[in-house]
């Protein structure tokens, strides 16, 4: 069924790769992005699967003749067809070597849980400021065979594309955390290289974590994980609230109100790590960072005077042994400092969220599947400036850093 499916959609609409396009990531703009899918690739959607259907793609103005499509299933992000569901795609699943502007895969999420618009995109800038490789996102407006879903945020993918443009060296093991409840930071699944089906790169950190006595841990896990890099994706993680990221988790009273569950979440979510051969040491790479600026979810939110230097998930397994040692943790105070006095930025980020928030304003939320109005994007964009204004204070003050 699917290569009849692309074979008529190649027949369709010729055969030609598209043409080079300007940043597909500019945030400055909302992006156009159009899918044209057949009814009975339309069927094989939803329910959503791992099998991706064929879609004519324009972005921008640009066409790619025939590319690969699925709906997102993450639990932010799931809906079917007959709601405002998230997409993922990948532009060279049936072609080999198409691209736009060198990327081959990106997602459309449908911002479910955040109705400003900006959270994770304010967080990915703070993880730039920090040295962080992350993702780029923008806005877009999606149409689907000819209907306007509406508003998302246009995320890319982190895949062997990715890994050539950010590392000198991008023929690591890449993997992604499965965001299961029973799932440690060492049980993650591949991503690249899986015909090679090589992990022993990963079973070499879960037994430094497991086998390695309290004494000598740090220096173990150090020889294999970036530890550094590791303080600041967790420096990082407190300033913004990211408690469904990789270490940070948030404290009572961190939840208004507090949920009906532990208090504590034991998810290791919403990150990647990468082997990078140039030291032969993985470093975290943070990913789907929508629940932050104030965002607990649904029905409560993150109190920006929670705790910074808190303890890790249960299931954070490398950071739960380095939080055992006092002199990590110190290090980790100083660097959530450095990170409030050399990267926050309360007027950079403010800027940025009122450019975001000029381009929702003259969007109009207007699509036929959008969850919020206007209004309701109002109250909660003041929600995360309101965080942003009072996290830094807070902060500060939690740590002694004076004024």
Known sequence: MTALLVGSALAACGGSEPSSTGELFDA?????????????????????????????????????????????????????????????????????????????????????????????????????AAGVPVARTALARVVLNGETFGLYVMRETYDEAWLARTFDQPGGNLYESPGTADATDTDLELRTNEQRDDTGDLAAVAEAVADTSAAHAREAIEELVDVDELLTVWAVEAMTGHWDGYAYDITEPGLVPPPARPAGN??????????????????????????????????????????????????????????????????????????LDEVWDDEMLGRYADDLADLVRADGLTGTREHVTLDDFEEALAARMDFLARRGPSVRAELGAGS
């Open 28 to 128: 400055s703009t909302v992006h156009e992005v159009e899918m044209e899918i057949a009814d009975d690739a339309l069927d094989l959607l939803d329910p959503p699967s791992d099998t991706r259907v064929p879609t004519r793609l324009t972005v921008d103005g640009d066409v790619v003749p025939v590319a690969g499509v699925r709906l997102k299933r993450g639990a932010s992000q799931f809906e079917g067809l007959d709601g405002k569901p998230g997409f993922s795609i990948r532009i060279d699943e049936f072609v080999d070597g198409l691209d736009i502007a060198g990327v081959t895969r990106f997602t459309l999420g449908n911002a479910r849980w955040d109705a400003s618009f900006v959270a994770e995109q304010l967080t990915y800038e703070v993880f730039r």
């Open 266 to 339: 034991p998810y290791v979510n919403n990150f990647y790590a990468y082997d990078d051969p140039a030291d032969g040491r993985f470093v975290i790479i943070p990913h789907g960072a929508d629940l932050t600026f104030g965002l607990g979810g649904r029905d409560w939110v993150v109190d920006p005077t929670t705790s910074a230097v808190a303890p890790p998930k249960q299931n954070a397994t490398i950071a739960v042994r380095l939080w055992e040692d006092p002199s990590f943790r110190r290090e980790l105070a100083a660097r959530i400092r450095w990170t």
